[in-house]
């Protein structure tokens, strides 16, 4: 199987501050398409997840643009350019490219 | 709107059996790629299951392989699933999930306990 790896697991964030998450896979992510399939997701406490980005970069409908992702291959970031009180949560990054899909451990942010 | 509700989440006995249940409104489950993902607590989120848009084919993971069966009825626009043989580490909160994870339920909870 897949193994995700996310770094840091908890992050604590000033307010109006970036913030970055890490997400390394076992294998790499590239499809024959040229797209590598690794997905982020938010949980908020008390919800379910949402998914934020697909395809390494592409951010869903309604994401706020503070949100970004980037990588190929194995290594792949998340980034807040400017951490939001409502940004706190757990975050997980999940391959879809190989079976059976896997899911990093999650990354917790929370405001210092 | 694409909402997708779970049901069917209970207390059983190891050994025993469930079926979840997953309604759709604002979308046409038989056309739709759909998974089921779990998580248990204090833990990771976990893919389960898939099964494949307007057809047949289904994935499962290592853990649940051989006791788990994902299904789906059109004329109820419903997704099941199986759950036979039940185990205490298969205690969590099940979710349906819509296509590649964008739409998500509030899922229902699972516990395998005596």
């Known amino acids: 199987d897949v193994v995700m790896t996310q770094s840091p697991l908890s992050l604590p964030v000033t307010l109006g501050q970036p913030a970055s998450i890490s997400c390394r896979s076992s294998?790499?992510?590239?499809?024959?398409?040229?797209?590598?399939?690794l997905t982020w997701f938010q949980e908020r406490p008390g919800q379910s997840p949402r998914r934020l980005i697909y395809?390494?970069?592409t951010r869903d409908s309604g994401v706020p643009d503070r949100f970004s992702g980037s990588g190929s291959g194995t290594d792949f970031t998340l980034k807040i350019s400017g951490v939001e009180a409502e940004d706190v949560g757990v975050y997980y990054c999940?391959?879809?490219?190989?079976?059976?899909?896997?899911f990093g451990q999650g990354t917790k942010v929370e405001i210092k | 709107e694409v909402q997708l509700l779970e049901s069917g989440g209970d207390l059983v006995q190891p050994g025993g059996s469930l079926r979840l249940s997953c309604g759709g409104s604002?979308?046409?489950?038989?056309?739709?790629?759909m998974s089921w993902v779990r998580q248990a607590p204090g833990k990771r989120l976990e893919w389960v299951s898939y099964?494949?848009?307007?057809?047949?084919?289904?994935y499962y993971a290592d853990s649940v392989k051989g006791r788990f069966s994902i299904s789906r009825d059109a004329s109820k626009n419903t997704l099941y699933l199986q759950m036979n043989s039940l185990r205490a580490e298969d205690t969590a909160v099940y979710f349906c999930?819509?296509?590649?994870?964008?739409?998500w339920g509030q899922g229902t909870q699972v516990t395998v306990s005596s």
């Open positions: 999940m391959q879809v490219r190989h079976w059976p899909w896997t």
């Open positions: 604002g979308i046409t489950l038989s056309n739709s790629d």
């Open positions: 999930v819509q296509g590649h994870f964008s739409t």
């Open positions: 099964i494949q848009g307007g057809g047949t084919s289904t």
């Open positions: 294998q790499s992510l590239v499809y024959s398409d040229g797209n590598s399939y």
């Open positions: 395809k390494v970069s």
